[in-house]
């Protein structure tokens, strides 16, 4: 069934998307028209054919039936409706997965991001000949519990990864629809994007884009992203295009760990209890970052076979 949508008189690509933007929602209903409002404003006047999916996570509240109702009067919008609260990384993976569009762009849905920026980043994405832009915040609403944690994670994400993102948490990113196609996020790798999808520091580009204050719904920030990054990093640099290499770097790890333990039982058997003492040290830390390489690497292959997230079927008047 063909529902109404804009005007398509300046449309150069009729039979095709060109642009699509994905926005996760969880608990915004106090958002959603006026998201969905700026997001048009802003694109329109591209003359490119585009859409916009919503990511319902899982909301309790009335967000979900709004974009419900508003996709019958446009069909630039499509809603998808996750059964249950998956987190962001499923919620992207899942618009990743149904996007259409040859540039996929992305924002939060608590209007701190402001789509006005979109047409900005589309622009250094395709004359910059980059793979993946993303927006930098350099001007942060909120309190100092909330930036310095957020800056020592970028910064230690960015020395991990090898690329240089100065504001891993921003929204508001531009990809080729080629580095994220096929990808399924485990929870909380969606902060080191773009590093995981293998793009590489020559072919990555940041923009300074505003921070407005949150309008509705509850922060969904806590000191618990940090833990949460901390352990994500061991992993990072062998994702994805270089799986097979970190499963060698979790051998390696548990080989040292054994060797270590041999060298510890050695020096107790040879009457030296502080060799022992200092090769068990070694032999648990390799052993420790061993097994927390492998859980990473398995929550990274068990994603990609499994999914992390159930849409609800989609009617035909939403495709």
Known sequence: ??????????????????????????????????????????????????????????STDAGGQMMDEMAAGDARLRPLHLDDNFGEAAALSAGFAHARGT????????????????????????????????GWRRRRTGGLIRVLPSGLANWLIARVSGVPARDTGCGLKAHRS?????????????????????????????????????????????????RAVLRDLLVVRYLPHHIARGFHAAGRLRAGGILGGVVAVLCLCAGRPGGAAAAGLLAGALATLAASLAANLDRWRCAQQRKTYRVRPISAEQM
């Open 178 to 226: 080629e580095v994220v196609r096929g990808i399924c996020l485990p929870d909380g790798l969606h902060r080191f994007i773009p590093a995981v999808f293998g793009v590489c520091a020559s072919e990555f580009a940041q923009l300074e884009v505003a921070d407005r204050p949150r309008r509705s719904g509850q922060s969904h920030y806590g000191l618990s992203r940090f």
């Open 1 to 58: 069934m063909t529902r109404p949508g804009a005007d398509s008189t300046c449309d150069p690509e009729p039979h095709g998307i060109a642009l699509s933007v994905i926005v996760p929602i969880h608990n915004e209903e106090g958002t959603v028209p006026l998201l969905f409002a700026e997001i048009c404003a802003a694109l329109e006047p591209l003359c490119r054919p585009f859409e916009v999916l919503l990511v319902d996570d899982g």
């Open 103 to 134: 540039i996929v762009m992305t924002l939060d849905g608590d209007l701190q991001n402001d789509p006005a920026d979109l047409p900005r980043l589309l622009e250094l994405l395709e004359t910059g000949g980059y793979r993946s832009v993303s």
